[in-house]
């Protein structure tokens, strides 16, 4: 071999050393930066600020018996529908929860613990209409919910079974306890609308401002009959 073709041999390796050396230094700093959340990937860029907390209670009788879903109308993201399927029960001509709250794109299974065969559907009208048609127990049938909104639940069998599905936009909603308070945390610290939703009662709406790492205080008053 003469001395010029080494030459170039050798100033070939070493750029390909060079180039591969850059391509992992590069790789390792982008990773690192993605890591500590310096730089973000996709739609995730949104929620690297910790969130923050809304508290407070909605104010009526009728929560006590019927609770009432608060929940924060339209955070900027996507949140996808969990892997694992929620889940609606049916025990003792019960449907169990009573009010759930599922983000859009849910499939929920419906199981029938009971000891008598059931037939749930949703009226005419609803976020999402279905019948599943009679089904016996220990069967589980499952019903996507692709739209945002409010799905009274029946049962064709039992007029006295009622609960309701609420297809929301975002994981940020808590159900009312017996005195009416809720809590719902980590939220995206922002500007929101504050919903409450009650099956007795007309849904309002009132502003609240959400900061990193404190407590947004919202109470909901002079709740009207529906
Ligand atoms: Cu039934």
Same mark, same amino acid.
């Given at each position: 071999?003469?001395?010029?073709?080494?030459?170039?041999?050798?100033?070939?390796?070493?750029? @390909? #050393?060079?180039?591969?050396?850059?391509?992992?230094?590069? =790789? %390792?700093? /982008? $990773?690192? *930066?993605?890591?500590? !959340? &310096?730089?973000?990937?996709?739609?995730?860029?949104?929620?690297?600020?910790?969130?923050?907390?809304?508290?407070?209670?909605?104010?009526?009788?009728?929560?006590?018996?019927?609770?009432?879903?608060?929940?924060?109308?339209?955070?900027?993201?996507?949140?996808?529908?969990?892997?694992?399927?929620?889940?609606?029960?049916?025990?003792?001509?019960?449907?169990?929860?009573?009010?759930?709250?599922?983000?859009?794109?849910?499939?929920?299974?419906?199981?029938?613990?009971? @000891? #008598?065969?059931?037939?749930?559907?949703?009226?005419?009208? =609803? %976020?999402? /209409? $279905?019948? *599943?048609?009679?089904? !016996? &127990?220990?069967?589980?049938?499952?019903?996507?919910?692709?739209?945002?909104?409010?799905?009274?639940?029946?049962?064709?069998?039992?007029?006295?079974?009622?609960?309701?599905?609420?297809?929301?936009?975002?994981?940020?909603?808590?159900?009312?306890?017996?005195?009416?308070?809720?809590?719902?945390?980590?939220?995206?610290?922002?500007?929101?609308?504050?919903?409450?939703?009650?099956?007795?009662?007309?849904?309002?709406?009132?502003?609240?401002?959400?900061?990193?790492?404190?407590?947004?205080?919202?109470?909901?008053?002079?709740?009207?009959?529906?």
């Amino acid at each position: 071999m003469d001395k010029k073709s080494k030459t170039k041999r050798t100033f070939a390796l070493s750029a @390909t #050393v060079l180039t591969l050396f850059t391509l992992f230094a590069v =790789s %390792a700093a /982008v $990773f690192t *930066l993605v890591a500590t !959340g &310096v730089i973000t990937i996709g739609q995730e860029a949104v929620a690297q600020q910790s969130g923050g907390t809304i508290k407070g209670k909605v104010n009526s009788p009728w929560v006590s018996r019927y609770p009432a879903m608060v929940y924060v109308d339209k955070v900027p993201g996507q949140f996808p529908a969990p892997k694992q399927n929620p889940h609606m029960g049916q025990k003792g001509l019960v449907f169990d929860p009573h009010v759930m709250g599922v983000l859009e794109g849910s499939t929920v299974d419906f199981t029938n613990d009971d @000891t #008598v065969a059931h037939n749930v559907s949703s009226p005419p009208g =609803s %976020a999402k /209409v $279905f019948n *599943l048609g009679l089904y !016996g &127990v220990g069967v589980t049938k499952t019903v996507t919910f692709d739209k945002l909104g409010e799905v009274p639940l029946l049962c064709s069998v039992h007029p006295e079974m009622s609960a309701f599905v609420l297809v929301l936009q975002n994981p940020y909603f808590a159900l009312t306890d017996k005195s009416g308070n809720f809590e719902i945390k980590d939220v995206p610290p922002g500007s929101y609308q504050l919903k409450a939703w009650d099956e007795k009662l007309k849904e309002v709406s009132q502003g609240v401002v959400v900061e990193s790492g404190k407590t947004a205080t919202v109470e909901f008053k002079d709740l009207q009959k529906r």
